[in-house]
């Protein structure tokens, strides 16, 4: 469901929210990985409201970690 999340990492940084569109995939956190933890906040009904998700010092979007596997960059 598109809206508000509250993430929880994994004791090295505290609560903090973000938005995220329905149907994709959370993003990963740089440090904690797939032990961050979503819980929606609140519901937006309307996707167009929601911008894409960016990268942030934080999160990294869950694909990279399979596509970036072994590239030659
Ligand atoms: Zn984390």
Known sequence: MSGIYKIYHDSHRLMHEATL???ARFP??????LRVKFSLARSIQDDHLIPPFQPTAILEPYEQEESGLGAAI
Do not use: A, L
Not at 28 to 33: A, F, K, S, T
């Open 21 to 23: 569109v329905k149907g």
């Open 28 to 33: 990963r956190c740089r440090q904690c990985g």
